[in-house]
């Protein structure tokens, strides 16, 4: 009787359905990980939120270059004008019921809103919260695509991206780093699977989500190459480079008065922080509310780098080009301009990651599996 | 050329022994950070009712029976409090709470929020169980993996099972006690498998102390120790590691004779009930990591886990099946008279099934196709 019945359901239905719930649980346990970190809502104690971090990127009054990282935001406040007031209503019913009963707020999160901001401001949250959930989303799945793509053998493709999420919160700190990812590894997909032009639109909008993406461009020059000739992929990259460029600089133009600067040159820092030995080896870092080593001290970083040169020699000419172009563009950004110890800004790498891990997964599968012992399976 | 030196002053062996604890240390922090997030020590709420099983009424006994049986955490985490000098405990307080004042700001996030955690009485003992709480999702997931070995499946299947059970754990978990649980029944399975039998019988007591479940399960096991041991020592070590598990739970009872509630509760109404509720069926949802989803007893994702079950079935090996129907026996009654409606937590005997379910769905899925050349 089961097989008839599993006969005429089919398997693609089912393990689609599978790998579906599976991606979904995935991605919210990073995303969850990332909320116990970020704190989407911050009032302070008079009830005043403009001050959090959140409201002053909805409102455009964020430093530079934080303020350049406006797309979901700027969905959010379209959303916002665009949608009718009783949906919104209706919305807040759901979150905030009214009758005593079940009186808990049904997301969390959303009860540190203070009551009387609640009206005004739960739906731009809301959009928020649900973009970034997205985004968590949609990078397992255009991750695996990815995967799929280099014709990796089926534990690997799913197995990979599912361990670059769950590492995900240990380096991510705000929202648009998870946009971010989905992006990459969309522009990656769309690179080896697309028309090149495909890439214009997702280019435009990766560049108003962070304006790295600009720096991501060079990277895709070996995968295109796939696809497309030569000259074409010489002329694909500049003009991507460019719609990039294009919205960067609306936004430097839109957001010029801000405070901050557009880049926040921090070369020093790094010899400053990097060679102490308390910052190589006890740095700790909370993530998942665990107390683990941050992931720029010695062991994860040695761990990280060997990942990546056991299976340097495995993978494709194209992926090591990619990655190689990937790193020359973005170490030097790291060192000069970013934070030390934030490895989330090599984030150009996290698609070479992606990659080097899913090699690993390969590589050991085939190595020999354990004894049975009594009866296999 | 450099990677090829790297690779060969260290062994493939330390790498990958390296990359499966990091591995599992996220999947089980994870799942552990979806658990705290959603439940936390619980606490009684209008909607949820538990019965004093708050993180008081664990350390101080004074929930109600039969949660109050479940001890061995708090037990650990009072006798720790108990052995630690309380200078120790003070400057650990210190470290947490670098300010003095109204408002203290902790290192660590997860504790900032409860005026538990910033009671000067509580708060070592929170730390304890806290770690406990995850020491035991960690556990959980190796002896998950030591399972899947054990059982010689595929070494990606070995390694995927159990991140896969782990992420749905929130799901599924609620008190501070299940993944513990969930760690000791599988240990047994694995103990049954592989080691001598006599280490079963401290591993019962301890399963007790945890929870009394574990007295129902030690039945189960017979159909993996008769691979092993000729009938009599089966059936010997399945009498004493019952009988390690009796003895520690009547001991835990005559502890808390005073408690408040009935050592179980008759609860097979709420069955009828449940099911001719549409809306339980259909629309009733839970929040679990941040994410509002349908709740696990509700038709749909009860139908994919049929599902997920009736696929594996047949291709799982006779003693998991034995194993599964002795558990269903002994767990279902139970959780009719016993158990809230569509509570699935307390099918918990069942969870080696579904992790030996996944197993073999995975390598169904994962065999699907034959491994392409690679590319390019």
């Known amino acids: ?377 | 050329m450099l990677p090829a030196k790297i690779e060969l002053i260290f062994s493939s062996r330390l790498f990958d022994c390296l990359c499966i604890v990091a591995l599992y240390f996220f999947t089980a922090a994870a799942a552990f950070n979806g658990l705290q997030d959603t439940n936390g020590f619980v606490n009684d709420t209008d909607q949820y009712p538990t019965y004093g099983v708050s993180f008081i009424g664990a350390i101080t006994g004074t929930a109600q029976k039969p949660f109050v049986f479940r001890r061995l955490l708090p037990d650990t985490a009072n006798w720790v409090a108990t052995v630690t000098p309380q200078r120790v405990q003070d400057g650990l307080y210190r470290w947490f709470y670098p300010i003095e004042g109204p408002d203290l700001s902790s290192k660590i996030l997860a504790f900032g929020h409860s005026s538990t955690t910033r009671s000067r009485t509580w708060f070592f003992r929170y730390i304890v169980l806290y770690l406990c709480e995850f020491l035991s999702a960690l556990l959980a997931i190796f002896a998950m993996h030591l399972v899947c070995r054990a059982l010689g499946l595929p070494r990606a299947v070995t390694l995927f099972a159990p991140i896969v059970v782990m992420l749905f754990m929130p799901y599924v978990l609620v008190f501070y006690y299940d993944f513990l649980e969930l760690a000791l029944f599988t240990l047994a399975v694995w103990m049954a498998l592989r080691t001598s039998w006599w280490w079963l019988v401290p591993l019962a007591a301890l399963g007790a102390w945890n929870k009394e479940s574990f007295l129902f399960f030690v039945p189960t096991l017979y159909p993996f120790l008769r691979q092993r041991f000729s009938r009599g020592i089966t059936y010997a070590a399945i009498g004493l590691s019952g009988a390690a598990s009796a003895t520690v739970y009547l001991y835990i009872r005559s502890r808390f004779p005073q408690s408040p509630n009935a050592s179980a509760w008759l609860q097979w109404q709420g069955h009828f009930a449940h099911l001719g509720n549409l809306h339980e069926l259909l629309v009733y949802n839970i929040e679990v990591y941040g994410i509002r989803l349908p709740g696990l007893s509700t038709i749909w994702p009860t139908l994919l886990l049929l599902w997920l079950f009736a696929r594996a079935w047949r291709h799982l090996p006779a003693m998991v099946r034995s194993h599964t129907l002795i558990a269903a026996v002994i767990n279902f009654p139970l959780y009719l008279l016993f158990c809230g409606a569509g509570e699935y937590r307390n099918l918990s005997m069942l969870c080696v099934f579904v992790l030996l379910t996944v197993a073999w769905n995975l390598k169904t899925a994962l065999e699907r196709e034959p491994p392409p050349s690679p590319a390019s």
């Open chain 1, 1 to 377: 009787m089961w097989k008839s019945l599993s006969s005429c359901l089919s398997s693609k239905v089912y393990f689609s359905l599978c790998y579906g719930v599976l991606f979904v649980f995935a991605a919210a346990a990073s995303f969850n990980g990332f909320l116990s970190k970020f704190p989407f809502i911050e009032p302070s104690k008079d009830n005043n939120i403009e001050s959090s971090f959140e409201v002053t990127m909805l409102l455009g009054t964020a430093e530079r270059p934080y303020v350049y990282r406006h797309l979901i935001e700027d969905v959010a406040n379209f959303a916002n004008w665009a949608t009718p007031k009783n949906v919104k209503e209706v919305l807040y019913r759901m979150i905030f019921p009214s009758f005593p009963k079940s009186g808990s707020v049904r997301i969390a999160v959303f009860a540190t809103l203070p009551p009387p901001l609640r009206h005004d401001w739960f739906y731009r949250y809301l959009i928020l919260y649900a973009l970034t959930f997205l985004g968590a989303l949609a990078s397992v799945v255009t991750m695996y695509l990815v995967c799929r793509e280099f014709a990796l053998p089926e534990p690997a493709a799913v197995l990979a991206p599912i361990i670059v999420i769950l590492i995900a919160p240990t380096a991510y700190v705000f929202p648009y780093d998870y946009i971010e990812l989905a992006f990459l590894a969309t522009a990656v997909w769309f690179a080896l699977r697309l028309d090149w032009w495909w890439l214009l639109p997702l280019a435009a909008l990766a560049a108003w989500n962070k304006e790295s993406f600009f720096f991501f461009m060079p990277t895709l020059y070996p995968l295109l190459r796939r696809r497309i000739s030569r000259r074409m992929s010489c002329v694909a990259v500049p003009l991507l480079a460019f719609v990039c460029g294009l919205v960067y600089l609306y936004m430097r133009a839109r957001f010029a008065n801000n405070a901050g600067g557009s880049v926040i040159p921090q070369f020093l820092d790094h010899f400053r922080t990097h060679f102490g030995i308390h910052d190589l080896l006890s740095r700790v870092d909370e993530s998942y509310g665990v107390p683990i080593p941050e992931i720029s001290t010695l062991p994860p970083t040695v761990l990280l780098l060997w990942t990546f040169a056991r299976v340097w020699k495995r993978m494709p000419p194209a992926v090591r080009q990619h990655g190689l172009i990937a790193i020359s563009i973005n170490g030097p950004l790291y060192l000069l301009f970013c934070t030390p110890h934030e490895y989330r800004d090599l984030s150009l790498l996290s698609i070479f990651l992606l990659l080097a891990i899913a090699w690993n997964l390969t590589e050991w599968a085939e190595r020999s599996a354990p004894a049975p012992v009594d009866r296999a399976v």
